[in-house]
Each structure stands twice: as structure tokens, then as C-alpha cells.
């Protein structure tokens, strides 16, 4: 597996390694024992799977405060999704700012993100499965989101006519969240 550093401190863009031939792949997308060869100790304790039906659903941007915060290691296992994540950890050198890629089931791209980020996607292709560990459990109390196209953010989605959950369509601008993740 191959690990790409980003400006973002711990967020990390991984490359398994994907073995092809005429019956189909074989990839191994997760091994704890590479993970701590690597540096990334991480204990994932839940997976889970969202399908989006059509393009242009757009989930995020999502995050768990403390004590529930979770690390996210997210991709494509079908399909394609413009994947974007905020730095919300206070005296970070990228506070603020946001981190885009796009991930697809072709490529096979991983994207490691760090406890204290936000985090959504815009969904490109029909039928995309999108699949991801978490390192905490999900926790009702201590989930919130911010509004996806805050003009302080400044991220170019690269479609506009986006499909949102009535929750998404509510959440607060980055003005006015309270920041509680410390670098």
C-alpha cells in the first residue's frame, strides 16, 4: 500500500495495491498489521456502507465531537464521489480550510481522515457504493454538521444542482460552530 502525505497534518491519501485479471480484482483495502508498519495506529471499530441510487446526493459535512469524534477511513467500492473534508481543529495550520479529492471504485483510492475533521461527499455516478471504518462508534448526542456550500468555505463542488437531507439542508454555517477540537 502506498501512503501520500497531504499539507493537512494526519490526513492521508492511501493507494492499495489492486491485483486484476481476466476473473476480476482482488484488493486489500484494510490490514491492521500494514496500518501499524506505517504509523497509522488506528483501531476501527465500525464499518458502514452508503448507497446512493443517483447522482447529485451530496452527504455531509459531518462530524462527532468529543468524547465520540471519529477518525474515517473512507472509498469507493462502486462509482464515483467528489469527497471533501474542513480542518475544524483549533491551531492547526490548515484550520478552516478544506481538502478535496475525487475517489472511484476504478482507482481504489483511500482517504485517511484524522479525528476533528468534517467531512461529505458529492455522489458523481449513479448506483455509488460508498464504504467506510470508523475508530468510534456513532453516537446520536454527539453527531453535527455544517451547511455544504458556506460561501466562507469556498469549495467548488463540481456539480450545483445537489440532492440533501432535510438535516443537510439545516446545519449551521462555519461562523457559527463551536470549535472543539485542539490540534
Known amino acids: 500500500m502506498k501512503v501520500y502525505s497531504t499539507e493537512f497534518p494526519g490526513l492521508f491519501i492511501l493507494e492499495p495495491q489492486i491485483f486484476q485479471d481476466k476473473r476480476g480484482f482482488f ?3 484494510y490490514n491492521a498489521k500494514v496500518f501499524a508498519k506505517l504509523g497509522l495506529n488506528y483501531i476501527f471499530v ?3 456502507h452508503a448507497f446512493s441510487k443517483i447522482k447529485g446526493v451530496l452527504r455531509g459535512l459531518h462530524y462527532q465531537i468529543p ?3 471519529q477518525a474515517k477511513l473512507v472509498r469507493v467500492a462502486r462509482g464515483r464521489v467528489f469527497d471533501v473534508v474542513l480542518d475544524l ?3 492547526s495550520p490548515t484550520f478552516g480550510k478544506t481538502f478535496s479529492i475525487e475517489l472511484s471504485a476504478e482507482e481504489g483510492k483511500q482517504l485517511l481522515i484524522p479525528r476533528g475533521f468534517a467531512h461529505g461527499y458529492l455522489v458523481l455516478e449513479d448506483n455509488t457504493d460508498f464504504i467506510y471504518k470508523v475508530d468510534n462508534f456513532y453516537s446520536k448526542e454527539h453527531e453535527r454538521g455544517l451547511y455544504y456550500d458556506d460561501p466562507q468555505l469556498n469549495i467548488n463542488w463540481p456539480m450545483k444542482d445537489v440532492i440533501l437531507s432535510e438535516k443537510d439542508k439545516k446545519q449551521p454555517f462555519f ?3 463551536e470549535i472543539v477540537f485542539d490540534f
Open 27 to 29: 484488493v486489500e483495502t
Open 46 to 48: 465500525q464499518d458502514n
Open 67 to 69: 468524547p465520540m469524534a
Open 89 to 91: 481543529r483549533k491551531g
Open 175 to 177: 461562523n457559527d460552530l
